[in-house]
């Protein structure tokens, strides 16, 4: 299973990004695929998710209304759009493949990419 992220970057406060996750080694649309990130100093977090259909979603809190996670099974790709950068989401950011549970919270399985930096400059 390979997960290679790509997107990050340095961006100004306000501003946007869009992160893509792409996939390969894998039946894309078995899987329920999240984003993470992990800042410096603190645990990796769950900052999105996504069913295998791509038609339920869950975000962290602080993601919500500003943060869009998304896929396209064809291209076995998934997305997040990233709007309204705070300083604060400053972090490295992995992709995940992962299950949906009955409550519909994301569960990760062991696989990540190698991660992007956004870095929010205040």
């Known amino acids: 299973v390979q997960l290679v992220e790509s997107g990050g970057g340095l961006v100004q406060t306000g501003g946007s990004l869009r992160l893509s996750c792409a996939a390969s080694g894998i039946t894309f649309s078995s899987v329920a695929m999240g984003w993470y990130r992990q800042a410096p100093g603190k645990q990796r977090e769950l900052v999105a998710g996504?069913?295998?259909?791509?038609?339920?979603?869950t975000y962290a809190d602080s993601a919500k209304g500003r943060f869009t996670i998304s896929r396209d099974n064809a291209k076995n790709t998934m997305y997040l759009q990233m709007n309204s950068l705070k300083p604060e989401d400053t972090a490295v950011y992995y992709c995940n493949a992962g299950r949906v549970g009955y409550s519909g919270n994301y569960h990760p399985y062991d696989y990540w990419g190698q991660g992007t930096q956004v870095t929010v400059s205040s």
């Open positions: 996504i069913n295998t259909e791509g038609t339920s979603t």
